[in-house]
């Protein structure tokens, strides 16, 4: 049986920050999200902090993933980076 970790992501700001992320989790495919908010990095752990992730859900705001082993840290921490430019 394989580890699987569910992550749920809430985005919580001003418009502007809440319809980006919106249009990114609606319109993107996984390797695309990886893309968007995953490092430079030659192993997809060193990229997202997880082997694999998996988008299963998402709203207006909301994204939610599955990835193995452990929860995409460094993937949470790059959507964070990234919405903090567009609202601090």
Known sequence: MANTCTTNITLNGNEAVTE????????MK??????QFGS????MI??????WLN???WDEGYLQVESAW???????KNIFAQATVIDS
């Open 20 to 27: 980006w992320f919106t249009n990114i989790v609606t319109t």
């Open 30 to 35: 996984d390797n695309e999200l990886i893309e």
């Open 40 to 43: 430079k990095a030659d192993s």
């Open 46 to 51: 060193d990229r997202i902090g997880s082997k």
């Open 55 to 57: 988008k299963t859900d």
């Open 70 to 76: 452990y929860p995409p840290d460094v993937f949470l």
